[in-house]
T-cell receptor, first 113, second 113 residues
Framework: DGGITQSPKYLFRKEGQNVTLSCEQN?????MYWYRQDPGQGLRLIYYSQIVNDFQKGDIAEGYSVSREKKESFPLTVTSAQKNPTAFYLC????????????FGPGTRLTVL | KQEVTQIPAALSVPEGENLVLNCSFT??????LQWFRQDPGKGLTSLLL?????REQTSGRLNASLDKSSGRSTLYIAASQPGDSATYLCAASLSGSARQLTFGSGTQLTVLP
């Protein structure tokens, strides 16, 4: 059963703590993306990666970090430097090359207590 | 910088009506435009993708059009059903190889039985 999985579904964090969100895909897609969604708003791009061991900042990368050590995995770390981390986080992937459509995971809702 | 706007923010219609959702973008040099559906607390489901060279795409009761010169796209839903109730998001893709998406804030559709 191919797809994109994100874990956990809900995550609670105390202020000052780092937390890592998982994103795994078994679609053999080259490109992966992390987005943040705030209530009543569209998605904003945090980081993206087009190939293993390479990634670029999106529009709102401050306070976040990523790694891409394996093609199927693109974890996102929300650091204590992120001032307002409470949001819904969505991971997406795309086959790469000229193929344009992005496919999304189910999301992780992060709440800072 | 590309900006994407969706109007109205919310729409309520009786079952069976045909309806149009609007999406506008500021930079006509897009690579493609994608329409998504999002159910509450869920990830995004891709509905239609229109390449910049295309004028429209159809899938079942859905038809999406693209007019690059005017910076507009529309999503037409025929014979609406209560199951169509969701938030609909449009996203414009930049021309770079990363195919980054810029999202609108969405239209929340409610179809009343």
């Amino acid at each position: 059963d191919g797809g994109i999985t994100q874990s956990p579904k809900y995550l609670f964090r105390k202020e000052g703590q780092n937390v890592t969100l998982s994103c795994e895909q078994n679609l053999n897609h080259d490109a992966m993306y992390w987005y943040r969604q705030d209530p009543g708003q569209g998605l904003r791009l945090i980081y993206y990666s087009q190939i293993v061991n390479d990634f670029q900042k999106g529009d709102i990368a401050e306070g976040y970090s990523v790694s891409r050590e394996k093609k199927e995995s693109f974890p996102l770390t929300v650091t204590s430097a992120q001032k307002n981390p409470t949001a819904f986080y969505l991971c997406a992937s795309r086959p790469g090359g000229s193929y344009n459509e992005q496919f999304f995971g189910p999301g992780t809702r992060l709440t800072v207590l | 910088k590309q900006e994407v706007t969706q109007i109205p923010a919310a729409l309520s219609v009786p079952e069976g009506e045909n309806l149009v959702l609007n999406c506008s973008f500021t930079d006509s040099a897009i690579y493609n435009l994608q329409w998504f559906r999002q159910d509450p607390g869920k990830g995004l489901t891709s509905l239609l993708l229109i390449q910049s060279s295309q004028r429209e795409q159809t899938s079942g009761r859905l038809n999406a059009s693209l007019d690059k010169s005017s910076g507009r796209s529309t999503l037409y839903i025929a014979a609406s059903q209560p199951g169509d109730s969701a938030t609909y998001l449009c996203a414009a893709s930049l021309s770079g190889s990363a195919r980054q998406l810029t999202f609108g804030s969405g239209t929340q559709l409610t179809v009343l039985p």
